[in-house]
């Protein structure tokens, strides 16, 4: 098919407009595929690829050509900044097609809402919570607004896989559906998909079409990456190897010029951060937004020691819309070199200009996440850019494992090379058991549409391919217990509704979220409005936001408002952060580095010294060939390069399966990475027992302690403690993952 030609003239203009020469390999594939098949579209595609415009390009040719008689395309994102980006995007496309581009999400007027609903055309641009709230509250309308809808596009769909979030999004596909009497066919976009079959089922499933992956040759990587190491303090690795008489290696790639007259950086990792920023746009990528503030107060405070001006911008989930927009903006639209300081938040694929370099605090917690951030630079023909600055403390003079391992170095090169030599990043979250999103959908379904027999909520809900896991005895359950709770109530027809208890829950606007919360706080100084904290200090301490200090002047319990003025200084911020979860992969990828000797072209002397010391000190503690390392008399410390979820199946099953017959005690452990206890037990009894324990005939729910209820999702304060103890068990522990690691325990294991 010459898809070029059969794009719309618009289309075309387009095209000419901005000069391309050719389509791209996944523009080319796209069109085949949207043109000629009826079928759901797959397309995984490297960041900047033009994924967004090989979706679009097509829909809206056939939208011009045959325009629908309401919304004709769904286009569904987990960012409101990332909708606002291609909402400016697809408006300079359309801008003479005649189809109308709207938004919808918490941050939109009114005004631009109700012209939407007086005529409902083109392309509607929405997250996964507001178009829950849209179910709930505009049920009615749906047939009106989507009765000829004919595409969803799922933008960023691999941030939708291992969550609850992703499975109430295909939930209210399936519900909108439904209710609008349309199948519509669905688009997934990602440039970071492990595995596209499975992705592509999730996409088919409850559509009754197969989903075409169009397989585009890849061009070849060009990647400028650097890793480099750093201790809080001196001496630096390379220092130490120095001073051992230990031969170093030369640097992947020379350092750059700094300002020697510049006064020291007090945080060395920092102040090389802050060197290698300087004359560029930068993204500085941070785990957490307690880190991200540490951060930018750092850098701005060294800006101000030079007597520089500030070129350091922050944007995180908790800063004010002003705050987040007006960094996007600066970085888009600003001439200057300005580094934005971030989290996840500025991940994905919002326009922020042409980046020159990304930098990453220690290792993110997924490849997923290493190459969306990555992907942030490299536009416009040039290499992508990532430089890794792993922070670390000296160990203590007579510390010993398993405080000596770089658990962050060892964290980034495991990521970029899983990549690099196998192409593997994240799959679905398979084998969850959703009950959390069960109390959710529910009562949604309900809000929404009224009275409902048990028969037609349980043909409503269990029907949704999210809860093929769920059986019918599952959900009686669930609906006794929420009559008893008064979540639901029985009318004299002997219908359910909801509750007086459920109308608490239901009439929040937090309802519509299906991801955890914290109880947050505004904070204001004056007129303006920063962001918003967890548990505010007193009157007259201080707290960090947007990259500053302020005092607190006053706290209003009743509307969680924090009044306060700004102050010169760093303080720790907090947020009610939460690690991520690794997978297992990446862990076995961790624990091969430790007995290789293979050097990697892209870490810097620091990083190269530090990971052969480590290499040396590994071979003399015997960390690389047995998972269990004797610290010293009944001391041990077991390192079972397990994911997270089977890390955490493995310490309850220590805990509650293996402690009496080892004579277990004084447990401790660091997930996912190492647990330290001592016992009456030797080595060999340790994998003997634990191996013979494995073998039995155990249940999952067999590693729950008695009368526990693990909370664990949003909703799971609502569920009966016996859903609430097998979805933890069954969906959450990876009991499997444990017992496969059990079976190959041993010295010279794993090899």
Same mark, same amino acid.
């Given at each position: 098919?010459?898809?070029f030609?059969?794009y !719309?003239p618009?289309?075309q203009?387009f095209?000419?407009?901005?000069?391309?020469?050719?389509?791209?390999?996944?523009?080319?594939?796209a069109g085949?595929?949207?043109?000629?098949?009826?079928?759901?579209?797959?397309l995984?595609?490297? =960041? !900047?690829?033009?994924?967004?415009?090989a979706?679009?390009?097509?829909?809206?040719?056939?939208?011009?050509?045959?325009?629908?008689?309401?919304?004709g395309?769904?286009?569904?994102?987990?960012?409101?900044?990332?909708i606002?980006?291609?909402?400016?995007?697809?408006?300079?496309?359309?801008?003479?097609?005649g189809?109308?581009?709207?938004?919808?999400? &918490?941050d939109v007027?009114?005004?631009?809402?109700r012209?939407?609903m007086?005529?409902?055309?083109?392309?509607?641009?929405?997250?996964p919570?507001?178009?829950e709230?849209?179910?709930?509250r505009?049920h009615?309308? $749906?047939?009106?607004?989507?009765?000829?809808?004919?595409?969803v596009?799922?933008d960023?769909?691999?941030s939708f896989l291992?969550?609850?979030?992703?499975?109430q999004t295909?939930?209210l596909i399936?519900?909108?559906?439904?209710a609008a009497?349309v199948?519509?066919?669905r688009?997934g976009l990602?440039?970071?998909i492990?595995?596209?079959?499975a992705?592509?089922?999730?996409?088919?499933?409850?559509?009754?079409?197969?989903?075409?992956?169009?397989?585009?040759?890849?061009?070849g990587?060009?990647?400028?990456?650097?890793v480099?190491?750093?201790?809080?303090?001196?001496?630096?690795?390379a220092?130490?190897?120095?001073?051992? &008489?230990?031969?170093?290696?030369?640097?992947?790639?020379p350092?750059?010029?700094?300002d020697?007259?510049?006064?020291?950086?007090a945080?060395?990792g920092?102040g090389y951060i802050?060197?290698?920023?300087? &004359?560029?746009?930068?993204l500085?990528?941070?785990n957490?937004?307690?880190e991200?503030?540490?951060v930018?107060s750092t850098l701005r405070?060294?800006?101000?020691?030079?007597?520089?001006?500030?070129r350091f911008?922050?944007?995180?989930?908790?800063l004010?819309?002003?705050?987040?927009?007006s960094?996007?903006?600066?970085m888009k639209?600003?001439?200057?070199?300005?580094?934005?300081c971030?989290?996840?938040t500025?991940?994905l694929?919002i326009?922020?200009g042409?980046?020159e370099?990304?930098?990453?605090?220690? @290792?993110?917690? =997924?490849v997923?996440?290493?190459l969306?951030?990555?992907g942030?630079?490299?536009?416009?023909?040039d290499p992508?850019?990532?430089?890794?600055?792993?922070?670390?403390?000296?160990?203590e003079?007579?510390a010993?494992?398993?405080?000596?391992?770089?658990?962050?170095?060892?964290?980034?090169?495991?990521?970029?090379?899983?990549?690099?030599?196998?192409?593997?990043?994240?799959?679905?979250r398979?084998?969850?058991?959703?009950?959390s999103?069960?109390?959710?959908? =529910?009562?949604?379904?309900?809000?929404?549409?009224?009275?409902?027999?048990a028969?037609?909520l349980?043909?409503?809900?269990?029907?949704?391919?999210p809860?093929r896991?769920?059986?019918q005895?599952?959900?009686?359950?669930l609906?006794?217990?929420?009559?008893?709770?008064?979540q $639901?109530?029985?009318?004299?027809?002997?219908?359910f509704i909801?509750?007086?208890?459920?109308?608490?829950?239901?009439?929040?606007?937090k309802?519509?979220?299906?991801?955890?919360e914290?109880e947050?706080?505004?904070?204001?100084c004056?007129?303006?409005?920063?962001?918003?904290?967890?548990?505010?200090?007193?009157?007259?301490d201080?707290?960090?936001?947007?990259?500053?200090?302020?005092v607190v002047?006053e706290i209003?319990q009743k509307?969680?408002e924090?009044?306060c003025?700004?102050?010169k200084g760093?303080?720790?911020?907090?947020f009610?952060?939460?690690?991520?979860?690794?997978?297992?992969?990446?862990?076995?990828?961790?624990?091969a580095?430790?007995?290789?000797?293979?050097?990697? @072209?892209?870490?810097?002397q620091?990083?190269?010294a530090r990971?052969?010391?480590f290499?040396?000190? @590994?071979a003399?503690?015997?960390?690389?060939?047995?998972?269990?390392?004797?610290?010293?008399?009944?001391?041990?410390c077991?390192?079972?390069?397990?994911g997270?979820?089977?890390?955490?199946a493995?310490?309850r099953?220590?805990k509650?399966?293996?402690?009496?017959?080892?004579?277990?005690?004084?447990?401790?452990?660091?997930?996912?990475?190492?647990?330290?206890?001592?016992m009456?037990a030797?080595?060999?009894?340790?994998?003997?027992i634990?191996?013979?324990?494995?073998?039995?005939?155990?249940?999952?729910?067999?590693?729950?302690?008695?009368?526990?209820?693990?909370?664990?999702d949003k909703?799971?304060e609502?569920?009966?403690?016996?859903?609430?103890?097998r979805?933890?068990?069954?969906?959450?522990?990876?009991?499997?993952?444990?017992?496969?690691?059990?079976r190959?325990?041993?010295?010279r294991?794993?090899?």
């Amino acid at each position: 098919m010459d898809v070029f030609s059969r794009y !719309a003239p618009f289309v075309q203009d387009f095209i000419y407009r901005n000069q391309w020469q050719s389509l791209r390999g996944i523009q080319a594939a796209a069109g085949e595929a949207i043109f000629g098949t009826d079928d759901n579209v797959l397309l995984a595609a490297s =960041t !900047a690829s033009g994924k967004t415009e090989a979706a679009f390009f097509p829909i809206l040719t056939l939208l011009s050509e045959n325009p629908p008689a309401t919304v004709g395309c769904l286009y569904v994102a987990p960012l409101k900044a990332l909708i606002n980006d291609q909402f400016l995007r697809l408006n300079d496309l359309l801008d003479e097609a005649g189809i109308p581009v709207w938004h919808w999400h &918490g941050d939109v007027s009114d005004s631009h809402k109700r012209k939407l609903m007086k005529k409902p055309s083109g392309i509607l641009q929405i997250t996964p919570e507001s178009l829950e709230a849209m179910l709930i509250r505009r049920h009615s309308e $749906l047939p009106r607004l989507f009765g000829d809808l004919r595409f969803v596009v799922i933008d960023e769909i691999h941030s939708f896989l291992r969550g609850d979030r992703g499975m109430q999004t295909f939930c209210l596909i399936e519900r909108l559906g439904r209710a609008a009497g349309v199948n519509p066919r669905r688009i997934g976009l990602s440039a970071t998909i492990g595995d596209p079959e499975a992705v592509g089922r999730l996409l088919s499933a409850g559509t009754g079409r197969d989903t075409l992956i169009p397989r585009v040759k890849a061009l070849g990587m060009k990647w400028r990456l650097s890793v480099e190491h750093f201790y809080k303090t001196p001496p630096q690795a390379a220092e130490a190897e120095t001073a051992a &008489g230990t031969p170093l290696e030369a640097e992947a790639q020379p350092d750059e010029p700094v300002d020697d007259h510049a006064p020291a950086a007090a945080d060395p990792g920092f102040g090389y951060i802050y060197e290698h920023t300087k &004359g560029r746009k930068c993204l500085v990528f941070s785990n957490s937004r307690e880190e991200c503030e540490e951060v930018t107060s750092t850098l701005r405070g060294y800006c101000e020691a030079r007597h520089e001006p500030d070129r350091f911008l922050i944007h995180h989930g908790n800063l004010s819309v002003a705050y987040r927009e007006s960094a996007e903006f600066a970085m888009k639209e600003d001439d200057r070199p300005l580094t934005t300081c971030t989290t996840a938040t500025l991940e994905l694929g919002i326009d922020i200009g042409k980046l020159e370099r990304a930098f990453q605090i220690d @290792a993110p917690w =997924t490849v997923s996440g290493f190459l969306q951030r990555m992907g942030r630079t490299g536009r416009r023909g040039d290499p992508e850019e990532m430089w890794f600055v792993i922070r670390e403390e000296h160990a203590e003079a007579r510390a010993i494992l398993p405080e000596t391992v770089p658990w962050r170095l060892l964290q980034a090169i495991a990521l970029v090379q899983l990549y690099l030599e196998d192409r593997w990043v994240e799959p679905p979250r398979e084998g969850r058991l959703p009950f959390s999103l069960l109390y959710h959908q =529910t009562m949604s379904t309900l809000t929404s549409q009224g009275e409902m027999t048990a028969p037609e909520l349980a043909g409503r809900i269990l029907t949704l391919s999210p809860f093929r896991t769920v059986n019918q005895d599952d959900f009686r359950c669930l609906l006794e217990h929420l009559l008893e709770t008064d979540q $639901l109530q029985r009318t004299e027809n002997g219908g359910f509704i909801v509750g007086l208890a459920g109308e608490r829950v239901v009439n929040s606007f937090k309802f519509y979220a299906v991801f955890q919360e914290n109880e947050e706080y505004s904070v204001r100084c004056d007129s303006q409005e920063l962001g918003t904290i967890v548990k505010p200090p007193p009157v007259g301490d201080k707290i960090a936001i947007a990259g500053r200090v302020w005092v607190v002047e006053e706290i209003d319990q009743k509307r969680r408002e924090v009044y306060c003025y700004p102050v010169k200084g760093t303080i720790p911020a907090y947020f009610g952060d939460v690690p991520g979860d690794l997978h297992t992969k990446i862990l076995e990828r961790m624990h091969a580095l430790v007995s290789q000797t293979e050097t990697y @072209a892209y870490l810097r002397q620091n990083a190269a010294a530090r990971l052969a010391s480590f290499r040396r000190e @590994a071979a003399h503690t015997g960390i690389a060939d047995r998972p269990l390392v004797c610290l010293g008399g009944r001391m041990y410390c077991l390192f079972p390069w397990l994911g997270t979820y089977a890390f955490l199946a493995l310490e309850r099953f220590l805990k509650l399966k293996c402690a009496k017959r080892l004579g277990l005690r004084g447990f401790n452990s660091a997930r996912p990475y190492f647990m330290q206890f001592s016992m009456d037990a030797d080595e060999e009894e340790f994998y003997f027992i634990l191996k013979d324990e494995a073998a039995r005939d155990f249940s999952p729910e067999d590693l729950l302690y008695p009368k526990e209820v693990p909370i664990f999702d949003k909703y799971d304060e609502y569920l009966p403690e016996a859903l609430v103890r097998r979805g933890f068990a069954c969906g959450v522990l990876d009991v499997e993952g444990m017992k496969a690691r059990i079976r190959q325990m041993g010295p010279r294991w794993m090899l």
